[in-house]
């Protein structure tokens, strides 16, 4: 009997797969899918470069960023690209300022609509949505100028914010 291991079968090739071999380039020679261009090796040194080249992100998207969250404008007022740049500072500070401003207050009001809500029970339920859709319309406002790269300034935030980004 012989072995049905040993035996080729449908699914078994009869001879074993062997790559065909492709000629090898000579010695210290590149293959030419990892040449450079010669229009790609005479490039400038980093710190000539402009910044938005070297950070990845344009100022404009930087602006628009530093109003996501705190934390973005936060970084960009540490990270040494963003920092140096007048448009990012100042919208980061703005940013800064606009939310502390905002939850200072909100609890203000909080304060004040519970302590009317024994009076009307009826005006914290009517108020507080309005007030939250006027956060959410400066933030977009704010937002959307960064985004196209104006120099929006709020009324009293806006003047502080110039002053402590140097602008």
């Not at 956060?135 to 937002?143: E, M, Y």
Request: hydrophobic share 50%; proline share 12%.
């Amino acid at each position: 009997m012989s072995d049905p291991f040993q035996t080729p079968g449908p699914f078994q090739p009869q001879q074993p797969y062997q790559p065909q071999s492709q000629p090898q380039p000579p010695y210290q020679q590149q293959p030419p899918y990892q040449q450079v261009p010669p229009s790609y090796q005479q490039q400038q040194a980093p710190s000539q470069m402009p910044v938005a080249a070297q950070s990845g992100l344009s100022d404009n998207a930087a602006g628009a960023l530093a109003y996501v969250t705190i934390i973005p404008a936060i970084i960009f007022l540490i990270v040494a690209p963003y920092n140096q740049n007048r448009f990012v500072r100042f919208h980061s500070w703005q940013s800064i300022i606009l939310c502390i401003s905002a939850i200072v207050i909100d609890i203000a009001l909080s304060i004040v609509m519970a302590a009317t809500f024994m009076f009307l029970p009826l005006l914290h339920l009517a108020l507080w949505p309005l007030i939250s859709l006027f956060w959410i319309a400066v933030w977009l406002i704010c937002l959307i100028n960064a985004a196209q790269g104006k120099w929006f300034k709020l009324p009293i935030i806006g003047n502080f914010a110039e002053k402590q980004a140097g602008a």
